[in-house]
């Protein structure tokens, strides 16, 4: 088990990719933190893991209120006494953009996305010191990588990449390593089942990548563990696209898509 005996706070861990992320923290040893609002889910989940063998505990917390993050910590030395890893996994979208940005909406998406995970960066830090071997895994966008319509989702996600970049500055010396995931089309979460109804089921965004389809809930996963664990003791600071090859190679990728369409139109054709 690559996370035994390490304790983990998942914040946004009651669906989606916070979820996926406890879940496999757990499955490999560790003692699960689930952060989150919604007690119903967290509790279930908790349950869930435990009657498969593993160690999880929901603790409720919003992630844009910093006596929520004290609390937190204070959760984690009581109930696991300490704490090893911290996953910035909690988020929010809404469609703020130019030519008329709302502010109010503006203003949430920037204390969720951002000011939240500095807030738990700063809290956890002095217990992830005392660790000695600890890890902070963010978790970003693609859009924080690419310009998108979406300004403040877009403005968020590029922001958390640089705060994860500043904290593995700033607490190298503690023995904190800082990496961040840019997730892209990730099924199963909330987000892209809001996309893909709109388009109808149609994978669209899956489509544009090299790898032809969206990604699972358990492949960013994956590399969430990957970062937590001591596969990864010497990497900190980085970036790592989690998107079938739409960053890196993501015209070719459009193209690809584009090809075998005009292929099969003129297959279609011939026949």
């Not at 739409?246 to 139109?265: D, E, F, M, N, P």
């Amino acid at each position: 088990m690559r996370l035994a005996n390490r304790v983990a706070l998942v914040t946004g861990a009651t669906s989606g990719i916070g979820e996926a992320i406890a879940r496999l923290y757990a499955t490999e040893g560790a003692k699960v933190l689930i952060g989150g609002r919604k007690a119903d889910l967290g509790n279930a989940i908790a349950d869930d893991i435990k009657q498969q063998g593993g160690e999880a505990t929901f603790i409720p917390l919003e992630v844009t209120d910093k006596a929520a993050w004290e609390a937190a910590v204070k959760s984690a030395q009581e109930i696991y006494g300490g704490l090893d890893i911290l996953v910035n996994n909690a988020g929010t979208d809404n469609p703020v953009g130019f030519p008329k940005v709302d502010l109010d909406k503006w203003n949430r998406i920037m204390a969720v996305n951002v000011t939240g995970p500095m807030m738990g960066i700063e809290v956890c830090a002095p217990l992830l010191k005392v660790s000695g071997n600890s890890a902070i895994v963010n978790i970003s966008s693609l859009a924080g990588m690419y310009g998108t319509p979406g300004a403040a989702y877009s403005t968020s996600k590029w922001a958390m990449r640089g705060l994860s970049k500043n904290a593995a500055y700033a607490y190298a010396d503690w023995g904190i390593r800082s990496n961040v995931i840019e997730p892209g089309f990730i099924g199963g979460t909330n987000m892209t089942k809001a996309i893909m109804k709109m388009t109808h089921g149609q994978d669209i965004m899956g489509e544009m990548t090299l790898m032809g389809r969206s990604g699972k809930t358990s492949e960013l996963a994956g590399a969430a563990l990957f970062l937590a664990s001591e596969d990864s003791s010497y990497v900190t600071g980085i970036d790592v696209p989690v998107d079938g090859g739409l960053y890196s190679a993501g015209y070719y990728g459009t193209v690809k898509t584009q090809l075998s369409k005009y292929i099969a139109a003129a297959q279609k054709k011939m026949n």
